[in-house]
């Protein structure tokens, strides 16, 4: 096996996340320069900026945020922890215009998503766009015709497409037949999300570029109960905790399945737990069922405010289920194979298929070893990434056809050799409206 066939597997890319040193990526001519796109310091992007540091030969070049604290604050960690001072910016199409920098990282609010991935891959860069990687089906189909034309390395963020646990456990069920053809993916995301009140109009803070932030969106007025995280659960801007959870555990299903695009999608949903005096303007609950060619089916069933009894005592979490037996995909980066009767006859962990030792951190190893893929597929100008563009909007137009499905209260008929619906789609949800000078075409 050669070094770039061997970066390919799974093991690979965690190899290289724990001992990059071994293939050269810390020297000068390997390096990969990225520019951090979204890097509050509570939030999801500080996480993701933090890991990609540990890998080897990733050097952050750029800080660009619309928040000028988290500005500073990503500067002064990037600078403390790798000893280089990144440059700062809170317009992305300023970080863009430099020829030197490899690729950007964006975690960003989803309505930036595509766009960012977008403008990223026309400017010659390659992308890791957080989930979903599209607020809407068009703007995914904006990724596809962008990352076929530019030919750009592109990987979403579903982080357990890492996972070698997983990795392992669904080529053993698939090679050896133990429990019999998989046909359900049972998928579930349960929590008991505090209320966000009712916001009040407010003065933009002094901090905050209100009007880049919004960027591709229609124009709001600035709320206080809005920014950093709250957007989630509001329509201009989230995409409804379906949107925020479901790509990572309807993908796994999806991946053991081994299924592409659904012939069908149901959905029932409604605000059945949301408080009285909360803006959330989402349902908080989805029952969500995908049919798929041979009889495969995935369903999915999401709770924001009703974390009362998880499934298998854990709030997220996929079932695979054959005739004879289940595969358990822990949130925790471990499987579990179950035989028909509910017993356990075989468990997968980070540390029964590596030697790598003791990981305390399952998310952060995830994002390591997920970002040391990314960085060696630009390194290779290999575009298959742990999640390409054509992967990723697969599974993100799962969450967007639950909403869909949810708004419209009907079946949605798809050609499955496509993913183009059969069933007429109104184009306010197929689509979406832009800002002045922001169409995605």
Request: glycine share 8%; net charge positive; hydrophobic share 35%.
């Amino acid at each position: 096996m050669n070094r770039r066939d061997f970066i390919k597997t799974g093991s690979g890319a965690f190899f290289i996340a724990s001992a990059g040193k071994a293939f050269g990526a810390d020297a000068p001519s390997n390096r990969v320069r990225l520019a951090m796109v979204g890097c509050h310091a509570k939030g999801r992007g500080c996480q993701v900026m933090r890991s990609a540091m540990k890998v080897p030969g990733v050097e952050i070049a750029w800080v660009c945020d619309v928040d000028s604290r988290a500005l500073d604050f990503a500067a002064a960690e990037v600078e403390k922890i790798s000893g280089v001072k990144p440059r700062k910016e809170k317009d992305l199409r300023k970080v863009l215009e430099d020829k030197s920098i490899d690729g950007i990282i964006s975690v960003t609010p989803d309505h930036w998503h595509a766009h960012s991935a977008v403008l990223a891959m026309r400017a010659g860069k390659a992308v890791y766009v957080e989930k979903p990687c599209c607020f809407c089906p068009s703007e995914g189909e904006v990724i596809i015709d962008t990352w076929n034309s530019t030919g750009a390395v592109f990987q979403m963020g579903n982080q357990r497409r890492a996972s070698l646990p997983y990795r392992e456990a669904i080529d053993y069920v698939r090679s050896s037949g133990v429990i019999g053809e998989l046909k359900w993916g049972k998928c579930w995301y349960m929590s008991n999300r505090a209320s966000i009140g009712r916001g009040r109009p407010a003065a933009v803070p002094q901090w905050l570029d209100w009007e880049l932030w919004q960027g591709p969106a229609p124009r709001r007025d600035y709320r206080d109960n809005i920014v950093h995280y709250n957007w989630h659960w509001f329509r201009n801007w989230g995409t409804a905790e379906s949107g925020n959870n479901a790509p990572h555990f309807a993908d796994a299903a999806r991946w053991a399945l081994g299924v592409g695009h659904p012939e069908s999608v149901q959905c029932s949903s409604g605000m059945f737990f949301r408080r009285s005096d909360d803006d959330y303007e989402w349902p908080d609950t989805f029952n969500a069922s995908f049919k798929y060619p041979g009889e495969k089916f995935i369903t999915f069933e999401l709770a924001s405010h009703c974390n009362q009894k998880p499934m298998m005592n854990i709030g997220t979490g996929a079932l695979v289920y054959g005739e004879k037996g289940a595969l358990f995909l822990n949130p925790h980066d471990k499987a579990e194979l179950f035989d028909v009767k509910g017993q356990k006859i075989r468990e997968w962990t980070t540390q029964s298929v590596t030697k790598a030792g003791s990981l305390t951190d399952p998310t952060s190893s995830l994002d390591c070893r997920h970002l040391a893929k990314y960085a060696e597929c630009i390194r290779n100008r290999d575009r298959n990434t742990n999640s390409p563009a054509d992967e990723a909007v697969k599974s993100t137009m799962m969450p967007l056809m639950m909403n869909i499905a949810s708004e419209m209260g009907e079946e949605i008929r798809f050609d499955p050799k496509t993913g183009k619906p059969i069933t007429k789609i109104p184009e306010r949800l197929w689509s979406r409206e832009y800002a002045k000078g922001w169409e995605l075409v």
